[in-house]
T-cell receptor, first 114, second 113 residues
Framework: NAGVTQTPKFRILKIGQSMTLQCTQD?????MYWYRQDPGMGLKLIYY???????DKGEVPNGYNVSRSTTEDFPLRLELAAPSQTSVYFC?????????????FGEGSRLTVL | GNSVTQMEGPVTLSEEAFLTINCTYT??????LFWYVQYPGEGLQLLLK?????DKGSNKGFEATYRKETTSFHLEKGSVQVSDSAVYFC????????????FGTGTRLKVLA
């Protein structure tokens, strides 16, 4: 059972560089989410998607972009990396309307911007 | 707006001690409530949940009861083990409109042998 797979697990970026965090799920879930986890701050929602072709902003979307061209994939793009984006990023998914409400998380991607 | 407040950690206990981690919430209507656990180096995973008032969620010896009158969902375990050392997150999800989850800041638990 692969579940939710995130890559890379670790990455160091220089200020101004760009990168994409990949997220893939094999559970045919409709809903997908990107969160960032900062020490002592819990999880903050960056973007979410309720299905292929549909995305929307969460609490902290500035500096990020997403796309959802397929049900399986939900990549997160950082265009101009800044030190404030140093964090651990989690992708999550859930089935959709009528589901149990459980979110399934990937193992996380630790990003450091220097 | 919706919010979740958890007791601050870290919480350090000896093995077999009783655990309580407090969680209170603010929300309109009747949200679903969750406890997630994050073991070192891993993502979050669902520990238990409750979807309506007076429901009790339970799993792996952990319990939490949905108390609407006190807007609380405190996590308890009668006898903790070293393997319970992790970060615990309380979360809510509204049952209409938004598809978003609101997470607390997390409480780190360390259990000593």
């Amino acid at each position: 059972n692969a579940g939710v797979t995130q890559t890379p697990k670790f990455r160091i970026l220089k200020i101004g560089q760009s990168m994409t965090l990949q997220c893939t799920q094999d559970m045919n879930h409709n809903y997908m989410y990107w969160y960032r986890q900062d020490p002592g701050m819990g999880l903050k929602l960056i973007y979410y998607s309720v299905g292929a072709g549909i995305t929307d902003k969460g609490e902290v979307p500035n500096g990020y972009n997403v796309s959802r061209s397929t049900t399986e994939d939900f990549p997160l793009r950082l265009e101009l990396a800044a030190p404030s984006q140093t964090s651990v990023y989690f992708c999550a998914s859930r089935a959709g309307t009528g589901d149990t409400g459980e979110l399934f998380f990937g193992e996380g991607s630790r990003l450091t911007v220097l | 707006g919706n919010s979740v407040t958890q007791m601050e950690g870290p919480v350090t206990l000896s093995e077999e001690a009783f655990l309580t981690i407090n969680c209170t919430y603010t929300a309109t209507g009747y949200p679903s409530l969750f406890w997630y656990v994050q073991y070192p180096g891993e993502g979050l995973q669902l520990l238990l949940k409750a979807t309506k008032a007076d429901d009790k969620g339970s799993n792996k010896g952990f319990e939490a009861t949905y108390r609407k009158e006190t807007t609380s969902f405190h996590l308890e375990k009668g006898s903790v083990q070293v393997s319970d050392s992790a970060v615990y997150f309380c979360a809510l999800r509204r049952t209409s409109g938004t598809y978003k989850y609101i997470f607390g800041t997390g409480t780190r638990l360390k259990v000593l042998a």
